[in-house]
Structure formats: C-alpha cells, structure tokens
C-alpha cells in the first residue's frame, strides 16, 4: 500500500470542514504563528447552547501521517493540536546519541 503525504495545508482543510460541519468555527489559528510546519494548533467556536461536545473528539477524521497530540474542551472552545507523525522515534534516537 503505497503511503499517501498529507500537506499541513490539507491536512487544516480536512478539520476545518469536519468541525464546521458539526456547527464549530475558527476562532484562531497558531499555524503562521508556529516555526514548526509539521504541527496544527486550531481553536474552534461553537455558539450551540450546550457549549463544546468533547465527544465530537471521538469521530476525528484519521489523516494518514498526522496524530492528536493535545486537545482540550471548555465552556464553548474545542482546542486541538496535531503533528506529523514522521520518524519521531529515530529523531528521538538521534538525539540521545548525539547523532547530526
């Protein structure tokens, strides 16, 4: 099965219509603000009278290369931080070892 590179920019576009779809908008965006390009912060809005569903949370579309790292839910805000799943592990090996 070949792997398929899913793009910062495709990837925000593919959260961007799931929550909007269930009635949430963004309200901030950290990407223009972050120097890492292979993480997603996104805050979105909702003006529903229960506030926030944090079980919306379970039904995150899955983007091939990319998982949650974080995510909080308050009052009427849903928080989510995504990054790139790319050789986490053999950066963390190189680390330690002192590789370059």
Do not use: C
């Amino acid at each position: 099965m070949k792997k398929v590179d899913v793009s910062v920019e495709e990837a925000k576009q593919i959260l961007l219509d799931f929550f909007e779809s269930d009635g949430y908008y963004l309200w901030r965006d950290n990407l223009e603000q972050s120097d890492n390009k292979n993480r997603i912060s996104l805050l979105f809005e909702t003006s529903k009278r229960d506030g926030a569903d944090i079980r919306l949370l379970q039904y995150l579309p899955r983007i091939e290369g990319w998982s949650l790292s974080d995510y909080s839910v308050h009052d009427s805000n849903i928080f989510i931080e995504m990054v790139k799943k790319e050789n986490h592990f053999i950066k963390y090996l190189f680390k330690i070892l002192h590789i370059q």
